[in-house]
C-alpha cells in the first residue's frame, strides 16, 4: 500500500462502503422481522437471617447472607428449582431448556436475587418468573438450617413480583439496524482498506512519484466504449481526453532536452519513442493520438507502427498494412513510397508492414538506424509505437536508437514492480526517458471538461493580403509561452478552429503567412 490517507481509501471506495453500509442495514431488518418475539419479566426475592436478637448477631447474619446470596441465585437455573416449576405450570419443556430462559443475579453488596424469565408471551414470562422466585424461596428455607426452635434460618420474601411487560424484549429493531448499519460500514471500510492493502496496481500520480524519479508528463481519462482504441483527437477534438494529450504534447514541447535534439532545444527532429511494460496498455492510442496532438501545431509528424509482433495503428486508423517499415528495412520501397497520409491535421503514418520472422533482429539493424537518420530530416517529430518492454526486446531496442521514451502506464492493468523493471531496462540499454504517461485513470471527466463557443461563433482569424493592415492572430497557449511553435519551429503557428468544428490544414496557414511576410 502506498502513502495514500484514509480519507482518499474511502472517497475511492465509497460506493463499496455505501453498499455494504445498505446491506449491513437490510440485513439487520431482515433479521429483526423473522426473528421470534420474546418478552421478559423480572421478579425480586430478599433473603434475611433469622438469627440472634443483638446487633452484632444481626450484623454476622446480614455478612452471612450476602455470602450466601450468590449461590441462591445460582441456584435459581437448578433442575432442583426449574422442574417444580414445570410441574406447576404444565409447561411443556424441560429444565435444561428452561434455563436457558432464566436468568438469576445478586446485586453487589445486597441479599437480593433478581430473577428474569423470558417466554413467548407477556404473560408466560411473568408466570415463569414469579413461580421460579417462589419456588427458588421454599427451596433456600428447606436446604437452610434450622434454628433452636425448629424453624429456618433463613428466610425469603418476594419483594417484586413480576409485572407483565408491555413490549417485546426481542426483536429490538432499532438496536438491530443500528448494528447492521455498524456492521455494513466496517465491513466496508475494511474490505476497502483490505483490497487497497494488496492492491500493487499504479492507480494515480502518487504513487509513481513513489517508484520513479521521472516526471509524469501526461494523465488520460479512462475510455468509455465508444472512444476506446479511437484517436479523440479527429474524433472528439474538444473533450476532455483530446485536452489530455495536448498537455501531454505541450510537456514534451517544454522539455529542456538537448539530446533530444542532437543541438539546441527547439532544433531538428526528434523521435519519440512510445512503449509500455505490457500488452493492452494502451500505447497504440496515446502514439496515434500524441502524433495527432502535435501534427496540430503544424509541424510535420510521423507515425511508425514499430510494433512488428501485434501492430495496430492501421486497424486503429483505417490504413493499408500490407506495406510499411518492413518493406523499408527490407530495401524494398522508399519511405516516401508506404506513408499515408491521414486527418485533417497533415499527419503522416508509416505502418508496420508485413510481419518479419526476426523482429529485434531488423529493429536494431544498420537499416533502421539509417532510417531514422532519413526521417529525422524529413520531419519534425517521429512518434514510434513499439512492441512492450517486459515480453520482448522490441522497445528497448528502439528506445536505445531513438531520441527519447515515453512510458505508458495503464491504471488498471500494470503493477508497481513491473513498471519499476521497465524503467531498468530503459535504463539498462542507455534510453532516455523523457516521462510517464498515466493512461486509463478513473476520474470525473466532467471536471475536466471545458467547452468552446458554439461552433458558429469561432470564426477563422483573417489572412492579411498584400500588405493590408490586420490584427495579430490569436495565438496558442505553446507560441504565447515560447513552446517550440511559432519562431521556435521555423514560424510555423498553430492551427485555427474553423467554423462548423472543421480544422484547416495548420501547414496551409503557416506557409501562407510565410509568404506574405516574405513579400512585406
Known amino acids: 500500500m502506498g502513502s495514500r490517507s484514509l480519507t482518499e481509501i474511502v472517497r475511492a471506495g465509497w460506493r463499496v462502503i ?38 452484632a448477631d444481626l450484623v ?27 410441574d406447576r405450570l404444565e409447561l411443556a419443556t424441560t429444565a435444561p431448556a428452561l434455563a436457558r430462559q432464566v436468568e438469576a443475579s445478586a446485586p453487589v453488596d445486597t441479599v437480593i436475587v433478581e430473577v428474569t424469565a423470558t417466554g413467548s408471551s407477556p404473560a408466560e414470562s411473568a408466570r415463569i418468573a414469579d413461580a421460579v422466585v417462589g419456588t427458588l424461596s421454599d427451596t433456600v428455607e428447606r436446604l437452610a438450617p434450622e434454628g433452636a426452635d425448629g424453624e429456618p434460618t433463613v428466610r425469603a420474601t418476594t419483594v ?7 413490549s417485546a424484549a426481542t426483536p429490538n429493531t432499532p438496536l438491530d439496524l443500528a448494528t447492521g448499519l455498524a456492521v455494513g460500514f466496517l465491513a466496508g471500510l475494511g474490505w476497502v482498506w483490505a483490497r487497497n492493502a494488496l492492491d500493487n496496481r499504479v492507480r494515480d500520480a502518487a504513487t509513481l512519484a513513489e517508484l520513479t524519479e521521472h516526471p509524469v508528463i501526461g494523465t488520460i481519462g479512462a475510455y468509455d466504449g465508444r472512444t476506446r482504441r479511437r484517436v479523440v483527437m479527429e474524433t ?36 519519440l519513442v512510445v512503449t509500455s511494460s505490457l500488452e493492452a496498455e494502451g500505447k497504440s492510442t496515446v502514439a496515434a493520438n500524441l502524433a495527432a496532438a502535435l501534427a496540430e501545431t503544424g509541424a510535420r509528424v510521423l507515425l511508425v507502427d514499430a ?39 497533415g499527419l503522416q503514418v508509416l505502418t508496420s508492414g508485413p510481419l518479419p520472422p526476426n523482429p529485434a533482429e531488423l529493429l536494431g539493424s544498420p537499416a533502421m538506424t539509417g ?42 492493468r500494470a503493477r508497481r514492480p513491473q513498471v519499476v523493471e521497465s524503467l531498468q531496462v530503459l535504463e539498462r540499454v542507455g534510453a532516455t526517458v523523457l516521462g510517464l504517461v498515466l493512461n486509463q485513470v478513473d476520474r470525473d471527466e466532467r471536471v475536466y471538461e471545458y467547452r468552446e463557443a458554439a461552433d458558429a461563433d469561432l470564426l477563422v ?3 492579411p493580403l498584400h500588405g493590408t493592415a490586420a490584427a495579430p492572430a490569436p495565438r496558442s497557449a505553446e507560441a504565447t509561452l515560447g513552446g ?15 467554423t462548423g468544428g472543421v480544422r484547416p490544414p495548420a501547414r496551409g496557414l503557416a506557409g501562407a503567412r510565410r509568404r506574405m511576410s516574405g513579400r512585406r
Open 18 to 55: 455505501a453498499a455494504l453500509t445498505v446491506v449491513g442495514v437490510l440485513a439487520g431488518l431482515c433479521w429483526s422481522l423473522a426473528a421470534e418475539r420474546t418478552y421478559r419479566a423480572t421478579a425480586s426475592v430478599f433473603f434475611s437471617l433469622q438469627y440472634g436478637d443483638s446487633a
Open 60 to 86: 454476622q447474619g446480614s455478612t452471612y447472607t450476602q455470602d450466601q446470596v450468590t449461590s441462591y441465585a445460582r441456584l435459581a437455573t437448578t433442575p432442583v428449582v426449574l422442574q417444580p416449576v414445570i
Open 160 to 166: 417484586a413480583p413480576a409485572e407483565v411487560p408491555r
Open 236 to 271: 472528439e477534438p474538444r473533450g476532455p481526453q483530446a485536452e489530455g494529450f495536448r498537455q501531454l504534447r505541450t510537456n514534451l514541447q517544454f522539455l529542456d532536452l538537448p539530446a533530444l535534439t542532437g543541438g539546441e532545444t527547439g532544433s531538428g527532429g526528434r523521435v
Open 307 to 345: 510494433d512488428l509482433r501485434r501492430p495496430s495503428v492501421p486497424e486503429m486508423l483505417g490504413l493499408e498494412g500490407s506495406a510499411g517499415l518492413t518493406t523499408v528495412l527490407l530495401g524494398r520501397a522508399a519511405p516516401a513510397e508506404v506513408v499515408q497520409d491521414w486527418g485533417m491535421s
Open 371 to 412: 532510417l531514422l537518420r532519413v526521417l529525422r530530416t524529413d520531419y519534425d517529430h517521429v512518434v514510434l509505437d513499439t512492441a512492450p518492454l517486459l515480453p520482448v526486446a522490441d522497445g528497448a531496442i528502439l528506445s536505445r536508437a531513438a531520441d527519447g521514451a515515453v512510458l505508458v502506464v495503464n491504471a488498471t
Open 461 to 463: 482569424a483573417p489572412v
Open 484 to 498: 517550440p511553435t511559432g519562431a521556435a519551429a521555423g514560424g510555423r503557428e498553430p492551427a485555427l478552429v474553423g
